[in-house]
């Protein structure tokens, strides 16, 4: 028989949820759109929002649809391509005509205010291969989108960077994934960021050879 006298256990209280369970919760989400028979219609949106506002990017979701079809590898990195590219002209546009009414929930919850002063410094240079390198590899693509716009960065070279970029990138994971299969799957988490930055500034440094040879 328990005395009625004994303390009662206090439970530990809960611990905080990490900074970055909300990432992860998003993560998963985009994961099980892989297994809706309207995946190929989720990574269009996917890549659409990711260009100005989302926080996963769609490779993720691009390359869970690929391996479970990989014959359609080439189809779902178009898919992407044209997403993030269109959303990426609507990142434009929300630069363009929409940033005084919205800039400080992004730099709340989305940018950091600093960096992105910075990028309109990288702008004011090298326009071209800025839009081109946030594209390609993991600097996030939404802040250069939307910077375009709000410093007024030539649409017609933003869109042609971004196609390049874009392109380049959702291909090379295509083709990867079409040619090795799901070996290749940890490869691509692991290094495929690291290998971008360096392929891209590999090729930023070729063309500033031939320029100044």
Known sequence: MTDSLSPTPVKPPAAAAPRWAVHRR?????????????????????????SSFFPVPPDVLQIALTLE???????????????????????YGIGWGLWEAVDHVFFRYLFDEAMFHRVEALYQRHDFWCVFAAAFTPIPYKVFTIAAGVFHVSLPMFILASAVGRSARFFLVAMLLWWYGPPIKSFIDRYFNLLSIVFTAMLIGLFVILRYA
């Open 26 to 50: 998003l993560y998963d989400w985009v994961l099980a759109r892989a297994h809706s028979k309207h995946g190929t219609l989720a990574l269009f949106l996917l890549s659409f929002a990711e």
């Open 69 to 91: 079809r990989r014959s359609r590898a080439f189809y779902y990195a178009g898919v992407s391509a044209v997403g993030s590219v269109l959303g990426g002209i609507a990142g």
